[in-house]
Each structure stands twice: as structure tokens, then as C-alpha cells.
């Protein structure tokens, strides 16, 4: 059955490896990211800022209006800084940092849960990582703001209807470009490629069970 799909952070990386397996599969998907326009075909894509409020509900309203409902929600958006201990980063670029990776999750969930909560169902998915769990050297900012946002999922899964279910999921290690700036470009391309992962993953994430709301999850652990 064909569904209704929405990604942020399709401009790139995991975002645009799942907007186009989506794609492949026949299903409608609406994209949104920091870039003014991608080169994929068929996507409904625009250039919608996660940390705005206001200019985000605004673009959702009019996807929902067009499109009836949200079957699933994948937040791939996301920003890392790494190299730097946690006193050496510039308020501006700690405040940067937390918005894009928390705040923004959290107006995503204020435009999309209560849609999918009136609908009866639905499916909200936001990528975890692992220096969440297990904090490398230089990276401390980045696991602090991914804590938060596993906390979230945990806490809304609380709150919600049996038919909505929010996780987060831990990918794995994908050679994409925010890899290459945390592990360097010739660590990363040992990894596995977003068009790979994306064709493990999409038909996982799209019909999640119930057991695993409010969790974070491996896709391994989702595949089993």
C-alpha cells in the first residue's frame, strides 16, 4: 500500500538515501533540508528550517491540507562539530548546535504528532548515534545534544496512543559526510553507503511494532 513518507535532512547522507528507496518503492515523499533544491525525481521537496517554528508548522500544515496524512516521520536532520572539548565551542555555535539537533526535533514532533495522533497512526522515527551512549573525545557537545534527544523519545513514548509509535534508531556507522568529519574521510569509506543502508532499512523503519515504542533501537536489533 503506497504511504504517505516525510524526511528531514533528505538534501543528504541517510535523508536522501531513504527519500529515494522511498521513492523506488512507489510511495509519496515529502522532503525537507537546508539545501534550496536536489536532484531527485519525484520528491516533493523544500528548503524548510527545523529550528523555525513558525516557518516549519506553516510548511507542514499546507503538506498535510495537500496530502490527508502522515503514515511515516523520519528526522534526519542533524549537524556535528567535532575536534573540540566542550569549553572551547563559542555560545553561538553551542546554541546552533542544540537547536538544530533538539529544539528542531521537538517542533517537528509539535507539528507531526498531534496530526498523527487525529489520523489514528502513525510512525515517528528520529536517528540516534553512538556517542550518545558511549561519548568519544571531541565529540562531547554532540553526544549531549543526541542524550536529550533519545531522552525525548523516551519520555513521548509515554504519552502517546497505542498506534503511534516514536523511536530512536541507531543506524550503524555509514560512511556519509558527517561520519568523515568525526572519524576523517578515508575511516569512514570502510563503512557501508547511505543507498546500501537505506535498502536494508526502509521496509524496517516503515512498519515498526508497537514493542518498541519509546526505545532507542540498532537497525540490527530491528531487523532481527
Known amino acids: 500500500m503506497k504511504k504517505n513518507i516525510l524526511i528531514t535532512g533528505a538534501s543528504g547522507g541517510l535523508g536522501k538515501a531513504l527519500a529515494q528507496e522511498y521513492l523506488n518503492q512507489g510511495h509519496c515523499v515529502i522532503g525537507c533540508g537546508r539545501s534550496q533544491y536536489i536532484n531527485i525525481e519525484s520528491l516533493h521537496y523544500a528548503s524548510v528550517d527545523l529550528t523555525d517554528y513558525v516557518q516549519l508548522s506553516a510548511w507542514l500544515a499546507k503538506v498535510?491540507?495537500?496530502?490527508?496524512?502522515?503514515?511515516?516521520?523520519?528526522?534526519?536532520?542533524?549537524?556535528?562539530?567535532?575536534?573540540?572539548?566542550?569549553?572551547?565551542?563559542?555560545?553561538?555555535?553551542?546554541?546552533?548546535?542544540?537547536?538544530?539537533?533538539?529544539?528542531?526535533?521537538?517542533?517537528?514532533?509539535?507539528?507531526?504528532?498531534?496530526?498523527?495522533?487525529?489520523?489514528?497512526?502513525?510512525?515517528f522515527v528520529t536517528m540516534a548515534s553512538n556517542p550518545a551512549g558511549y561519548p568519544l573525545e571531541g565529540l562531547s557537545l554532540y553526544a549531549i545534544c543526541k542524550t536529550a534527544a533519545e531522552k525525548v523519545i523516551s519520555l513521548i513514548g509515554k504519552e502517546l496512543p497505542a498506534d503511534v509509535i516514536a523511536v530512536a534508531l541507531y543506524p550503524g556507522l555509514i560512511n556519509t559526510p558527517m561520519l568523515s568529519k568525526s572519524i576523517g574521510v578515508d575511516a569512514a569509506a570502510a563503512y557501508q553507503v547511505p543507498d546500501d543502508w537505506a535498502r536494508q532499512a526502509g521496509d524496517a523503519i516503515l512498519n515498526l511494532h508497537q514493542k518498541y515504542q519509546g526505545r532507542h533501537i540498532s537497525l540490527e536489533e530491528l531487523l532481527k
Open 64 to 123: 498535510i491540507s495537500k496530502n490527508d496524512h502522515i503514515d511515516l516521520c523520519v528526522n534526519c536532520a542533524g549537524t556535528l562539530t567535532s575536534g573540540r572539548m566542550i569549553w572551547e565551542y563559542s555560545a553561538d555555535e553551542t546554541t546552533s548546535m542544540i537547536d538544530i539537533n533538539v529544539i528542531g526535533l521537538i517542533n517537528l514532533m509539535r507539528s507531526v504528532i498531534p496530526q498523527m495522533k487525529l489520523q489514528g497512526y502513525g510512525r
